[in-house]
């Protein structure tokens, strides 16, 4: 059974930046994706950014690109969400996600979720 753990929100001012960290356990597959979700109060929940497990290729909502970075280190089963140049309406609750295909920005297709971490954005 995999379990993701993250870690690294908190809360920061607007420009300011935080990284989030994604450790896999009980995971010995290393096709398809991890990624991150992402839900403000009040809204559905959307994808953020994703990152093939094989070959690094990266996506991004358009409302984060050019300000979060996705990585990953594949020997730690760790993925990573750099958040640059925060803004109040980046504040919601972060998850880390995990599919065993190539797809991690379909909400109802992610085999695995994490437990959360609070990210809040202060004016």
């Known amino acids: 059974q995999v379990q993701l753990v993250e870690s690294g929100g908190g809360s920061v001012q607007a420009g300011g930046s935080l990284r989030l960290s994604c450790a896999a356990s009980?995971?010995?597959?290393?096709?398809?994706?991890m990624g991150w979700f992402r839900q403000a109060p009040g809204k559905e929940r959307e994808a953020v950014a994703s990152i093939l497990r094989n070959g690094d290729r990266t996506y991004y909502a358009n409302s984060v690109k050019g300000r979060f970075t996705v990585s990953q280190d594949t020997a730690k089963n760790t993925v990573y969400l750099l958040m640059n140049r925060l803004k109040p309406e980046d504040t919601g609750t972060y998850y880390c996600?995990?599919?065993?295909?190539?797809?991690?920005?379909?909400?109802?297709?992610?085999?695995?979720w994490g437990q959360g971490t609070q990210v809040t954005v202060s004016t």
């Open positions: 996600v995990r599919r065993s295909y190539a797809d991690c920005r379909v909400e109802a297709e992610v085999g695995y």
């Open positions: 009980g995971d010995g597959d290393n096709r398809g994706c």
